[in-house]
């Protein structure tokens, strides 16, 4: 079978190894599925490790409508020596002093603090980020600093996890668990803390926990995946937090050929407010909506165990609309 016609249209959760970049995950994926459309909802760093959501197939246009959400992420930030990646990666740039006062809990806790809340960040020089078609990155490794703009950002959350000193490396770290909005660069955030306590500071470790509401406790190594294959499917209806209906005969006919629908016709549920594996059937965790639907608003449309479709709807018609509709829909994985 030829990539790219596997016949597989579903989403995964891969807890991704330390050493690996996205697009090794993204390959990887295609070895297993045999399938050559394959994407990723999220970049993650090399050194970092955790929750990565892979869609495979037609799945993959679901890309679009996941890479907005928030993260949750655990990091370990090393005082004392500044990086040009700002990570352990890096090349030493720059080493300064570490005050006392680094390594007192309730000290690291007033700094982190006063980094919660909206803000501007300037992404490091080693970033995804493209300015005139260059990948700041790819420019920076050859020597070429891109001038970057600083990006609106929203830290929600910054909590001490630990803190440790290693007197013989003369090494002082941090263990702290951001919460974040999309566009965070967390390396950015450990340097930025190291100026905070008048000396400088890169990432050690770092392991996102959290991929809006995938949790990394639901992911699988890539060894895993192999194993179970289709099987290790999520619900993308879980994943969107859209509200959700589920189409009669008539009403899947209609989508399939791109109508909108009269919102009043249908039956509209919450979002799945968890992912448990052991549940079965389409209307798992399902529970009839308590607020009618707000214009502009994404709505999955599900028949039978596969989401057939994005629509939207407007106020003013008080129909739904087609956003995303799949030829062949995407699994929710289990059911009955």
């Known amino acids: 079978m030829k990539r790219g016609d596997s016949g597989m249209c579903l989403v995964v959760g891969v807890d991704k190894p330390e050493g690996k970049s996205s697009h090794d995950v993204v390959n990887a994926c295609r070895r297993i599925f045999g399938e050559r459309r394959v994407g990723h909802t999220g970049t993650l760093d090399p050194l970092a490790t955790g929750a990565l959501v892979v869609c495979i197939g037609p799945a993959t246009r679901l890309d679009a409508y996941m890479v907005g959400h928030d993260k949750t992420y655990d990091v370990r930030i ?6 040009d990646t700002d990570d352990k990666l890096g090349e030493v740039i720059r080493t300064l002093d570490v005050p006392a006062q680094v390594c007192d809990p309730e000290f690291a806790q007033v700094i982190l603090s006063g980094f919660v809340g909206k803000q501007k960040q300037m992404p490091p020089a080693y970033s995804a980020i493209k300015k005139g078609g260059v990948k700041a990155c790819d420019a920076a490794r050859k020597g070429n600093v891109i001038a970057l703009e600083p990006r609106d950002i929203e830290v929600y959350s ?60 639901d992911c699988l190594s890539l060894d895993a995946l192999e194993r179970y294959g289709v099987e290790a499917a999520i619900d993308p209806v879980f994943l969107l937090e859209s509200r959700m209906a589920f189409l009669d005969d008539g ?12 919102a009043s016709e249908l039956s509209v549920y919450e979002a799945p407010h968890r992912f448990d594996a052991d549940d079965c059937g389409p209307r798992r965790c399902a529970v009839p909506a308590t607020s009618p639907l707000h214009d502009g608003e994404l ?19 008080g129909k739904v609309s087609p956003k995303c509709v799949f ?10």
């Open 251 to 262: 009403a899947y006919a209609d989508v399939c050929n791109g109508k909108p629908l009269r």
């Open 327 to 336: 030829s062949q829909g995407v699994t929710r994985g289990k059911s009955l």
């Open 78 to 83: 090393s005082f004392g020596a500044a990086t």
């Open 299 to 317: 709505v999955c449309l599900v028949y039978g165990n596969d989401l057939k479709a994005l629509y939207a709807f407007d106020a003013k018609t």
């Open 158 to 217: 910054a909590e001490l996890l630990d803190l440790e000193r290693d007197p013989r490396a003369d090494s002082i770290w941090w263990d702290v668990r951001f919460s974040v909005s999309k566009g965070t660069y967390i390396r950015a955030l450990a340097r930025d803390v190291g100026a905070a306590c008048e000396t400088c500071a890169h990432v050690e470790t770092l392991r996102r926990t959290r991929a809006g509401v995938l949790d990394v406790e």
